[in-house]
Structures are given as structure tokens and as C-alpha cells.
């Protein structure tokens, strides 16, 4: 990343304090902190990072902008709270990059620009002299994507809407395609227990979509988080857990602890388990059936032991066949536990309370085939007629739940195989819901999701219609 010599630089506010000061030192530091760490198999559309000193955060750090190794565009989109400047609004440096020990990272002048023009920030040196939020996240950006430019923004009193009109903006430019990085940490100073529990339902909140809920004392770059969630970008998107910490682990304090965490947020159409999570994923909706059908008990899931990936609060279906026949299939619309958990009761449940078919049988494990699907959140659609609905929809891509008074009914996305047509589809929907296939009213209710197959052959996942929970 590279500035022309007679342009202006932010210099180092933290350097030789929250990372080394020595270039040398600093590159090997983020260097072996970079190599262990995987990429997402899709492109992120953002990731969060924690921003705390090297030695208690940067390997988590890592973990999370590495998510986005190869998938780094032209721009990057650094969103930081402010911690040393009280000031209103979103402000961005006059400078046109960071110095740091050993480079520069170049600002983006056509998105700053651009976002001066339109109001929705504003030029602010004295937000960023002395802000780290953005500057400890530098030295991973500049070794993934040397040539990438930022747009450094600093968050002082402004609402979650206001960030979401600033992500919106530069998401919406063509062929910009950037990544965004919200720039924060977790609970700051208490006690250990306290700060575990604590963090651990701001993961929930997060993970769940619960953007509202979130404030600087679940995490200080709150609006970060809570405006990439409610913003056109994040609507509808996944997200995965890449690790949690504290503190704790490096000082030694369980008086005075502070969290972090890492998590990638995709488009609900991308995969976002590898090969190795998704066998374990399947391996365990086996091992829970078979506990189940020959012990009597479904076996107690200690989350813990888990991938971080699969500790993520998401939505799942499991569906079982037989001869290539649909033997059971029930799984959860939201997120409301971890994926391990969701799995393994859905497995149960697929297994032995589909009404459809009598409880699964000890000797037919064997010869059943498991495969699931992992939901993205439900996002309405709005539509004026079910001609207007069906011209909305994706064959092969979108899921439906559709819901009049009491009814409801949830097709997969794989269910549009067997009903390839968006009239067929919409129709067999209501059927499902048990409404005629003729029925339309005002108080007619469709939301959308997609869902990544998970299937033991690498395949494209169930084919069949999911039941409905």
C-alpha cells in the first residue's frame, strides 16, 4: 500500500505500545499469527475484529481478517468506536494514509470523498490522532491485500441508522465489492465469570440478529456491529463465529478482564463450513440418532468441546431417507442455540416425531442417509399479487416460510427440484400449509432465506420437502 510522498500520513499513535514499533518485529508478529488461520470458502461481506494489543487480541484478530484471505478487494471499510474523542457524528482523517513501522496504508480519497459529498461523515483529525481501533487492525490488512486502499471511519454519537446509511452507500457503488471491518471488543473490566457470561450472550445477540439489543457495555464498537446488522448489506446475511477470549489468558487477571471476538458475516446464499466441520456436523446428527434409538437418551452436547464455527447460533434442517426416499425431515426457522445443539435435537426429532412417517427403527440407521441444511436468517418480502411474488422469486436459491392466521408452511430451496416453477413452488407451499392451492389474501405472510447443503457425498443436499416444526 503505497502514498505519494507529498501527501499527508496519520502517524503511529500506539506504536510500541499496543503492537512492536520495530517493522521487523511487527511483520513477523502478524505473519505467524496470519499462517495458521483458514479463509471462508465464499467471499465475506464483513468481518468483526477485536482491536486490543497484539499479545491479548491479534491472534483473534487474525483469525478474522484472514477469513476474507483472497476474497480482499481494491477497498476496505474500517469502522472503529471512538475512545479518545467525544464528537458527533462519522468522521474520517484529512490525511491520505496511516504510517506504520516498516509502510503506509493508503485512505481511499474517491470513497472519502464521496461520503463528504453526501453528508453522511465528516472531517475529523482529532478522532482519529490518538484512535487505535483502527490502526492495530493495519498491519493484518496490509499483509493480506498489500494493494487495498481504506476508508478509515471513527464512530462518535451517531445511531446503528446512521452507520447503516454509510455501509449502505459504499456497498451500493459498482464494483466496489468491500470488505467491511466492524472494529471492536467485548465487555471491558469485570470479573471473569462476569465478563464470560456476559459475552457470551452478546455472541447470542450477534449471532441471533438481535441488533437492537446491543450497547457499549456488550461491546464497545456496538454500532458498528448493530448498523452492518440493520443495514441493506447485512439483511439476510450469515454469520459464523471464528473464536472467542479474554484477557484473561495473557494477564493472568480474573479481577479486571476483557473480552474479544471473531466472527465473519457472508451473504446468505455462501457456504461458510469446511469439509472438516461439515463431516463433524454429520457424524454427530448420527451418533445423537443412534444414542437415541438404541440407549433411549439423546446425548447431552457440550458445546465447548466444539469448533467455534459450530458453537455459532444458527438454524438447521435434517433430512433423513431411505432408498432415496424421504424418511423424515424437521429442523428450526431461527437461531436459538448453538448449530451442534440444533443439529443434534433436529437429528432426534427427524428421526422419531415426523408425523408423517412411524419413529425410525434401530436397524434402519444404517441404510439412512443424513444430510441438513443450514439456514440463513428470513428476511419479508413484500409483494402486491402472487404474480408479483412469483416474478420475486429464484428457483434453485430461495426458501420459503409462508404463513396466513395459524398455517404455516416451509419449503427448502432443494424442494425446488421437484417443483422447478415459482407457481408450482408457491402453490405446492400453500398446499403444505394446508390452504388451498387457489388461496390469496391481504393477510397472506412470506419470508425468504437460502440454505447451505451439508450432505455426506459433497452433493447438493435433501431433495425433498421440509416438514413443517
Keep these: ?8 500520513l496519520r502517524p503511529p499513535a500506539v506504536a510500541g505500545t499496543f503492537y ?115 490502526e492495530v487492525l493495519l498491519p493484518f490488512l496490509r499483509q493480506l491485500a498489500p494493494q487495498a486502499q481504506i476508508v478509515p471511519l471513527v464512530i462518535g454519537r451517531a445511531s446503528p441508522a446512521e452507520v447503516a446509511a454509510v455501509i449502505d452507500r459504499l456497498a451500493g457503488q459498482p464494483g466496489a465489492e468491500p470488505l467491511f471491518v466492524l472494529s471492536s471488543d467485548l465487555s471491558h473490566f469485570l470479573p471473569l465469570g462476569e465478563a464470560q457470561a456476559m459475552d457470551a450472550g452478546t455472541a447470542r445477540m ?27 448489506a447485512g439483511l439476510g446475511a450469515r454469520l459464523l463465529r471464528l473464536g472467542m477470549a479474554n484477557s484473561h489468558a495473557v494477564s493472568g487477571d480474573a479481577a479486571r478482564t476483557v473480552g474479544y471476538g471473531a466472527w465473519a458475516i ?3 446464499t455462501a457456504a461458510l463450513l469446511d469439509e472438516s466441520a461439515r463431516g463433524v456436523l454429520l457424524a454427530v446428527a448420527r451418533q445423537a440418532l443412534e444414542a437415541r434409538l438404541r440407549r433411549g437418551r439423546t446425548p447431552k452436547v457440550r458445546r465447548d468441546s466444539f469448533p467455534p464455527e459450530l458453537q455459532t447460533h444458527m438454524a438447521s434442517f435434517v433430512t433423513l431417507k431411505r432408498q432415496g426416499r424421504l424418511r423424515g425431515c424437521i429442523g428450526s426457522i431461527g437461531a436459538h442455540r448453538s448449530l451442534i445443539a440444533d443439529v443434534v435435537e433436529n437429528a432426534v426429532r427427524a428421526g422419531l416425531a415426523d408425523r408423517r ?48 392466521g395459524d398455517r404455516r408452511g416451509v419449503f427448502l430451496p432443494m424442494v425446488w427440484d421437484a417443483l ?13 400449509a394446508g390452504l388451498p392451492e387457489t388461496h390469496w389474501s391481504k393477510h397472506l405472510r412470506v419470508a425468504r432465506f437460502h440454505a447451505e447443503a451439508v450432505t455426506a457425498a459433497g452433493g447438493d443436499g435433501p431433495r425433498e420437502a421440509a416438514a413443517t416444526p
Design 1 to 8: 500500500m503505497t502514498v505519494a510522498a507529498q501527501q499527508t
Design 20 to 134: 512492536p514499533a520495530d517493522a521487523a518485529a511487527l511483520d513477523r508478529f502478524v505473519g505467524d499469527a496470519l499462517a495458521p488461520c483458514p479463509a471462508l470458502p465464499s467471499r465475506p461481506l464483513a468481518v468483526i475484529a477485536p482491536h486490543a494489543g497484539l499479545r491479548y487480541s491479534g491472534r483473534l484478530a487474525a483469525r478474522a481478517l484472514a477469513a476474507a484471505r483472497g476474497w480482499i478487494g481494491p477497498r476496505v471499510v474500517v469502522l472503529s468506536p471512538a475512545h479518545r474523542h467525544a464528537f458527533d457524528g462519522i468522521a474520517l482523517p484529512s490525511q491520505d494514509g496511516f504510517a506504520l513501522p516498516g509502510g503506509v496504508v493508503a485512505v481511499d480519497r474517491a470513497a472519502r470523498a464521496d461520503l463528504l459529498g453526501v453528508g453522511l461523515a465528516r472531517t475529523l483529525d482529532a478522532a482519529h490522532d490518538r484512535e487505535h481501533g483502527i
Design 206 to 232: 450477534i449471532e441471533t440478529g438481535q441488533a437492537s439489543a446491543l450497547t457499549p457495555s456488550h461491546a464497545c464498537g456496538s454500532k458498528a456491529v448493530a448498523g452492518f446488522l440493520i443495514s441493506e
Design 266 to 268: 457472508a451473504p446468505g
Design 357 to 404: 412417517f412411524p419413529p425410525l427403527a434401530a436397524d434402519e440407521l444404517a441404510s439412512t442417509e443424513i444430510s441438513l441444511a443450514l439456514l440463513s436468517p428470513a428476511r419479508p418480502m413484500h409483494f402486491a399479487s402472487q404474480a408479483d411474488l412469483e416474478r420475486q422469486l429464484v428457483p434453485g436459491r430461495d426458501g420459503l416460510v409462508l404463513t396466513e
Design 420 to 432: 422447478p416453477g415459482p407457481g408450482a413452488f408457491l402453490n405446492g407451499l400453500k398446499v403444505k
